[in-house]
Nanobody, 123 residues
Framework: HVQLVESGGGSVQAGGSLRLSCSAS???????MGWFRQAPGKEREGVATLDTDGNTSYRDSVKGRFTISKDNDKNTLYLQMNMLKPEDTAMYYC???????????????????WGQGTQVTVS
């Protein structure tokens, strides 16, 4: 089982930037990895995924503002978030799965491993 630990959350003003990190206890290049978020009173939603071939997928509302990337040497997944909006406020979770990434952003197929989350607040 891979363990995932997120960091980098915080409070920022609208228009600002944050970079989230997710440290994995196993080789990150083995996994489809992704970022999800959940705001109070709302369902969890997929933000971005990155497969083992380097292909990315994003939800429409973050395209052009967020970038998912991975450093395989450090076994760390990142989410660079620019031009943040108040509606981006949520708990952000890192996820991983050894199976293909397809349809995991949309939640059709679930991720098997999850981190504990890091809070992002945009005011």
């Amino acid at each position: 089982h891979v363990q995932l630990v997120e960091s980098g959350g915080g409070s920022v003003q609208a228009g600002g930037s944050l970079r989230l990190s997710c440290s994995a206890s196993d080789r990150a290049n083995r996994y489809c990895m992704g970022w999800f978020r959940q705001a109070p009173g709302k369902e969890r939603e997929g933000v971005a995924t990155l497969d083992t071939d380097g292909n990315t997928s994003y939800r429409d509302s973050v395209k052009g503002r967020f970038t998912i990337s991975k450093d395989n040497d450090k076994n760390t997944l990142y989410l660079q978030m620019n031009m943040l909006k108040p509606e981006d406020t949520a708990m952000y979770y890192c996820a991983a799965d050894t199976r293909a990434c397809i349809l995991r952003l949309q939640g059709v197929y679930p991720f098997g491993y999850w981190g504990q989350g890091t809070q992002v607040t945009v005011s």
